[in-house]
């Protein structure tokens, strides 16, 4: 069929010109549809981006641990040299922390801790175990226990003996003249003061540090919160308190295994309660070589409430 | 004018592979925080089930031991622990001692002890940008500590290794953590994880990742008394230290004078400076 613009009457067409002009049209829609190609490619790239970088976000930002330290009794052991100036200057306390590994024993589960190692992994091993309860073949499965990880780290904290904080300092004059202030009032001994080596002055947190040349000035300045401090005719209230920093050392995330220890699941249908009669029987058991087993250090069967069971660190090992 | 839109397109395509390639390459380097286990590296530490347990719920999150305090005394001074708290407390209702020698009287102070106790801690964590923890060393390694570091510090201090300038080097239980100077080096290590490195006379696989590192934000301390424990200040220098001793150990004793049983008593002449170190009383 010819052409519209060849009809008769029409005005003189160029068969090229429409020809080229209907290839053009093709090329443009091609050019069209791979725009629209890339500009979808670019936007699922765009957000598989953000994505990983709200994940990489997630994974590098802090996380805070917040642990109440349990009391600790001490008693008096020995007296030593001070190595340094630094250890006459301050009380030092240092200790280490680590988390609590434990596992949470359920109905019908128990943990037994064989002496030897060999003997544990081998009762793993061994897998299935029939193991006989008041005449009833039970079936009983051996795993390792699977254990949390937690942190450990080392505390030192110095407690100074000549040092202390002020803070609440009147901002009522020039940083140099506060300075002076302080130095005169913290040295009066009248007041509970003392020979001050130097004094920090931070005029914007109002707030300074006060060294002093002898110990003892600065547990008889605590034994009250507050400090007289003379500013021309005028006496100014201000807060004491320690000077300590703590340092935090050898931190590390771990994760507990256990080598002697192996859970043991399957008794949840028994139908007993004497949980001490079933750990003598799971403990006979599993002590005869002829079962697999070994000398067995200890054995905690759970058949109702569930139990938290402590994991501690193996002593006299090294790693 | 649609070729000048592909190009631009076209271009910012190729700017979007490339971040996404780096980042992951990060993420790669931190392994997968989606799963629940840690990531690989982290030393595992063996722990044994001894008959500890407890009812409910009620569980305390974190243990504290290896407890030590060290208090200084200064010369003239003495640090008496009696065996009885009672009497402690007795003695300490005087500010003031007056101590019979022969036909003298010695003048000296008593203090109650108290010692900064740590409360409770807030901890932040990070995974570090600079550092790394070196993990997989064999079992019955025949090195010492500084043997070991000084190993470590020289095979990932060189470049040719992928490594780089070492600013930090600790020993933990398990795995050293390494601190470089450039993150870039750190990262890198990451990346690779395995390096076969020489310890001695034989080298051994070891994998390096990254290191979860913490620093304190919080501490608070509370200063509390050593129930049994008494100080005593300012003793004149007029005795020797064994005489010194004795005079106050038979002083402190007499009910008479408010004493009792000594459990121990530790002199610091004059002119001397003396620790007095204070561990966990075991129960």
């Known amino acids: ?319 | 004018m649609d070729d000048a839109a592909l190009g631009a397109l076209r271009e910012e395509q190729a700017r979007l592979k490339s971040r996404l390639q780096e980042l992951q390459k990060q993420r790669g380097a931190l392994g997968d925080p989606a799963r629940d286990q840690v990531p690989f590296g982290v030393p595992a530490i063996p722990l044994v089930f001894r008959g500890h347990t407890q009812q409910g719920q009620e569980a305390p999150k974190c243990l504290v031991s290896k407890v030590r305090i060290c208090y200084p005394l200064p010369g003239g001074s003495a640090l008496i622990t009696f065996d009885d708290p009672n009497v402690a407390e007795r003695v300490l209702q005087r500010k003031e001692h007056e101590i019979r020698v022969e036909e003298c009287r010695l003048r000296v102070q008593v203090q109650a002890l108290e010692l900064p106790v740590v409360t409770s801690i807030q901890v932040s964590t990070q995974v570090s940008r600079q550092s790394v923890l070196v993990s997989g060393f064999p079992a019955g390694l025949q090195l010492s500590e500084e043997e070991l570091l000084d190993k470590l510090e020289i095979f990932f201090g060189k470049t040719r290794n992928g490594g780089g300038d070492v600013e930090t080097r600790e020993l933990l239980r398990g795995g050293v953590v390494l601190g470089f100077a450039k993150d870039a080096v750190a990262q890198y290590l990451c990346q690779v994880g395995d390096f076969t490195v020489p310890l001695g006379s034989q080298k051994f696989p070891l994998r390096v990742s990254p290191y979860l590192s913490g620093a304190i934000q919080k501490a608070e301390i509370e200063v509390r008394p050593v129930p049994r424990s008494v100080l005593v200040l300012n003793i004149p220098d007029v005795l020797d230290g064994p005489e010194l001793q004795d005079i106050l150990e038979i002083h402190f004793q007499k009910p008479s004078r408010g004493g009792g049983e000594v459990e121990s008593l530790r002199v610091v002449p004059p002119g001397q400076r003396g620790l007095a170190v204070f561990t966990a009383t075991s129960g």
């Open chain 1, 1 to 319: 069929m010819p052409h519209r613009l060849c009809q008769p009457g029409a005005p003189p067409c160029n068969f090229k010109v429409i020809l080229l002009s209907q290839i053009a049209r093709k090329g443009v829609g091609k050019i069209q549809r791979l725009i629209d190609e890339i500009a979808k490619e670019n936007t699922q790239l765009k957000e598989e981006i953000q994505r990983l970088e709200a994940e990489l976000q997630e994974a590098t930002r802090n996380s805070q641990i917040k642990e109440d330290i349990p009391e600790t009794k001490v008693k008096f052991t020995s007296l030593e040299n001070p190595e340094n100036d630094s250890q006459f200057l301050n009380i030092s306390c240092s200790f280490q922390v680590s988390s609590q590994v434990l596992y949470e024993l359920q109905k019908g589960q128990g943990l037994i801790t064989f002496e030897k190692e060999e003997v544990a992994q081998n009762i793993i091993r061994m897998g299935k175990h029939h193991v006989q309860i008041n005449d009833v073949d039970v079936e009983v499965l051996a795993q390792p226990v699977p254990l949390n990880s937690g942190i450990r780290f080392q505390v030192l904290e110095e407690y100074s003996k000549v040092k202390i904080n002020v803070t609440e300092i009147p901002d009522v004059l020039p940083e140099d003249q506060m300075r002076d202030k302080l130095e005169l009032s913290f040295s009066k001994s009248i007041n509970g003061g003392g020979e001050v080596l130097c004094v920090q002055y931070d005029k914007k947190s109002r707030s300074a540090v006060i060294t002093f040349v002898e110990t003892g000035v600065a547990d008889k300045i605590l034994k009250k919160k507050d400090f007289p401090l003379y500013i021309n005719q005028n006496c100014y209230r201000v807060t004491v308190s320690p000077y300590t920093e703590t340092h935090l050392k050898h931190f590390q995330v771990f994760l507990g295994i256990s080598e002697r220890t192996v859970l043991l699941t399957g008794m949840e249908d028994l139908q007993m309660t004497d949980e001490e009669l079933l750990q003598d029987l799971v403990n006979i058991h599993f002590q005869r070589e002829t079962n697999g087993g070994g000398e067995v250090e200890v054995v905690k069967c759970s058949l109702g409430q569930p139990c938290i069971a402590y994991f501690e660190e193996e002593r006299n090992r090294m790693i």
